[in-house]
């Protein structure tokens, strides 16, 4: 993509230097300043078009996450290019753990997560292909949280409804002893 960028924007840039360097093009701009202004904001625009997702694309390439989790917090630090955060939650804090399938045109892939009622908190433990029942009830004894369904995940995200007790007995989501 920065190739592509720039293919499109360096010769943008070439054209703005030369009009600047150009004695006859610089009359003739200081005549119709509104020409220089759409020059000006046309390349701006194109330069946008590209730097914005390519500062993004290096921002998601170049972070990092370390979660240390203890019977009593998680620790989080998150590691990008532009800084470090770090942040540390109650782990009674949490409401329990959820099992998320994503999919994608490349297939399914499953997700544990433990999930925070403020979705910026929210954990992901596991990434996997498959992820057996087993697994999410080992990881649930292991945290001493119930497990919740991945529909939580998404009230919680959207803050429309929270997690009660209630609705976790509801159903059967507790772990099964490992």
Same mark, same amino acid.
């Not at 433990?114 to 929210?122: F, G």
């Given at each position: +993509?920065?190739?592509? /960028?720039?293919?499109?924007? &360096?010769?943008?840039? %070439?054209? %703005?230097?030369?009009? &600047?360097?150009?004695?006859q093009l610089?009359?003739?701009?200081?005549?119709?300043? *509104?020409?220089?202004?759409?020059?000006?904001?046309?390349?701006?625009?194109?330069? #946008?078009?590209?730097? *914005?997702?390519?500062?993004?694309?290096?921002?998601? !390439?170049?972070?990092?996450?370390?979660?240390?989790?203890?019977?009593? $917090?998680?620790?989080? @630090?998150?590691?990008? %290019?532009?800084?470090?955060?770090?942040?540390?939650?109650? &782990?009674? @804090?949490?409401?329990?753990?959820?099992?998320?399938?994503?999919?994608s045109l @490349?297939?399914?892939? $499953?997700?544990?997560?433990?999930? $925070?009622?403020?979705?910026?908190?929210?954990? &992901?433990? !596991?990434?996997? =292909?498959?992820?057996?029942?087993?697994?999410?009830?080992? +990881?649930?004894?292991?945290?001493? +949280?119930?497990?919740?369904?991945?529909? =939580? *995940?998404?009230?919680?995200?959207?803050?429309?409804?929270?997690?009660?007790?209630?609705?976790? =007995?509801? #159903?059967?989501? @507790? /772990? /099964?002893?490992?």
């Amino acid at each position: +993509m920065s190739l592509l /960028a720039g293919l499109i924007v &360096l010769p943008q840039i %070439a054209f %703005a230097i030369y009009v &600047l360097t150009s004695p006859q093009l610089r009359s003739v701009i200081a005549g119709q300043p *509104l020409i220089a202004l759409q020059l000006a904001v046309a390349l701006v625009v194109w330069i #946008a078009l590209f730097a *914005l997702p390519l500062c993004g694309l290096f921002a998601r !390439l170049t972070w990092r996450r370390s979660v240390e989790i203890t019977p009593e $917090h998680v620790a989080v @630090s998150d590691d990008g %290019a532009f800084g470090t955060t770090n942040w540390t939650a109650p &782990l009674a @804090s949490y409401r329990g753990v959820a099992h998320h399938i994503r999919s994608s045109l @490349s297939g399914n892939r $499953h997700e544990l997560i433990l999930v $925070h009622p403020d979705p910026r908190h929210s954990v &992901l433990l !596991l990434v996997a =292909e498959n992820i057996s029942e087993t697994d999410i009830a080992r +990881m649930a004894n292991l945290l001493r +949280m119930p497990q919740i369904p991945a529909s =939580e *995940l998404y009230r919680v995200r959207n803050n429309t409804r929270a997690i009660t007790p209630a609705a976790t =007995e509801s #159903a059967d989501w @507790s /772990a /099964a002893p490992a």
